[in-house]
C-alpha cells in the first residue's frame, strides 16, 4: 500500500518569514495530493491540493509543488502570519481509490 | 448545512465496556470514513463506506465495527474498549467520484482507563 513520510515534525519560523514542508510517497500510481490544516483542537480541513498533471499550484500565500519524478510534493507558505500556526498534513491517493493515505503531520509555529 | 456532526464530542470509558460513536453528514455525500488521529501518528483510516450499504476496512481495523445506517449516518463500535484505543476520532465524508476533497467532522475524544 502508499506510505506517506512528512518532514519536519515541528517547524518554527518568524513571522514575515517562508515555511516549507515536505512529504515524499511510495506508490507512483498515486496522482492525488490534498494538504490539510488542524488548528488546535478543531479539524482537519482541505487548504490546496494538487493532481499529477501540474507541477505547482498556489493559491494566494500558498502553494504546491510536486515532483512526480522523485516522488516528492512540497506545501511552500510565504510571509508567515500568526494565524498560519497549525498541524500541517499531506496526504496521497488516486483517482478510483477511495482512501486518503496521511504523513503524520507538521506543526509549525509562527514566532511573532 | 450542519456539515459533517459527531456525538459524543467526550466520552470515557472503562476497559472492557462498549460503546457506538456516531456520525452525520447533511451533504448528500457518498463516501464516509472513520479515523483516528494519536500523537505523532497522523490520521489512520479505521474503516470507510465508498456508498450505502458497503464497508470495508483500512489501515487499523481491528476492534472496531461500522455500520452504514443510511446514505447520512455511519457508526463506529467498539466492542470491548481497550486503553490502546484512547484516541480522538474523526468522521469524514466526500461527495463522491466529483470530488476528492474530504469533510471532516468535530471530533471525539475518547479515554478509555
Redesign the interface.
Known sequence: ?ENVE?HP?TLSVQEGDSAVIKCTYSDSASN?F?WYKQELG?????II?IRSNVGEKKDQRIAVTLNKTAKHFSLHITETQPEDSAVY?CAA?H?GN????????TRLTIIP | NAGVTQTPKFQVLKTGQSMTLQCAQDMNHNSMYWYRQDPGMGLRLIYYSASEGTTDKGEVPNGYNVSRLNKREFSLRLESAAPSQTSVYFCASRPGTASYEQYFGPGTRLTVT
Not at chain 1, 477511495?98 to 503531520?105: A, C, V
Request: glycine share 14%; charged share 25%; proline share 9%.
Open positions: 500500500g512528512q515534525s492525488y490534498p478543531k479539524r482537519p480541513q482541505l491540493d498534513f491517493s483517482f477511495e482512501k486518503l493515505t496521511f504523513g503524520t503531520g
